[in-house]
């Protein structure tokens, strides 16, 4: 599968934004999709994951309360939806698939998006 994440942008803190991950393939469904995130010289970071049919989710301490993330499975699309963004979310923003079943660690992720950049100034 191929994952095409979208959505980057420039932000003042406090505002909101949302990306999107379009996947390509029939298979989306079978999938646990999850964000991450990478700040310049830091390494990749759990953001948020949702199960096959979206009915769990798993978000990090950092953005719980603050950030959504969801899909239609008949779009072969996911989303996050970011609010209250702070000046620390400012990172390149990676969509991830797995047919692994699990959810944390980038090493359970096979399919990987392009990384999508979002800043938010303070």
């Known amino acids: 599968v191929q994952l095409q994440a979208s959505g980057a942008g420039l932000v003042q803190a406090g505002g909101s934004l949302r990306l999107s991950c379009a996947a390509s393939?029939?298979?989306?469904?079978?999938?646990?999709m999850g964000w991450f995130r990478q700040a310049p010289g830091k390494e990749r970071d759990f953001v948020a994951a949702?199960?096959?049919?979206?009915?769990?989710?798993y978000y990090a301490d950092s953005v719980k309360g603050r950030f959504t993330i969801s899909r239609d499975n008949a779009k072969n699309t996911e989303y996050l939806q970011m609010s209250n963004l702070k000046p620390d979310d400012t990172a390149i923003y990676y969509c991830?698939?797995?047919?692994?079943?699990?959810?944390?660690?980038?090493?359970?992720?096979?399919?990987w998006g392009q990384g999508t950049l979002v800043t938010v100034s303070s």
């Open positions: 991830a698939g797995n047919d692994s079943g699990n959810y944390w660690f980038t090493r359970d992720y096979v399919y």
């Open positions: 393939g029939r298979t989306f469904s079978t999938y646990v």
């Open positions: 949702i199960s096959r049919d979206g009915a769990i989710t």
